[in-house]
């Protein structure tokens, strides 16, 4: 059964960056498509970014393009967020999520799901 542990998360001032990792154990995480999301307290869960099953092909919401960067390292099984120029608003609990399919699609849909790391973005 694939397992997923996000980290990485923490404290950050505006303008600042963090890294965030997310390691798949159980399953191969070639066979998944990857990505991120986040949610505010309040607020439902917001996709931010996806890296193709077998293409590699990235897509990034418009709230964090230009800014966040994904990618993926099948030999260590670890899907990483790099983050920069964050702002206050990035603040929430950020998941990685798994997807038996080429692609990334809603939340709801994902084959499996961290629990979570904290991001705050605060000055």
């Known amino acids: 059964q694939l397992q997923l542990v996000e980290s990485g998360g923490g404290l950050v001032q505006p303008g600042g960056s963090l890294r965030l990792s997310c390691v798949a154990s159980?399953?191969?995480?070639?066979?998944?498509?990857m990505g991120w999301y986040r949610q505010a307290p309040g607020k439902e869960h917001e996709g931010l970014s996806c890296v193709g099953r077998s293409d590699g092909i990235t897509s990034y919401a418009d709230s964090v393009k230009g800014r966040f960067t994904i990618s993926r390292d099948n030999a260590k099984n670890t899907v990483y967020l790099q983050m920069n120029s964050l702002k206050p608003e990035d603040t929430a609990v950020y998941y990685c999520?798994?997807?038996?399919?080429?692609?990334?699609?809603?939340?709801?849909?994902?084959?499996?799901w961290g629990q979570g790391t904290q991001v705050t973005v605060s000055s």
């Open positions: 159980g399953v191969a995480m070639d066979h998944y498509a």
């Open positions: 999520a798994a997807f038996d399919q080429p692609r990334c699609s809603n939340w709801d849909l994902s084959d499996a």
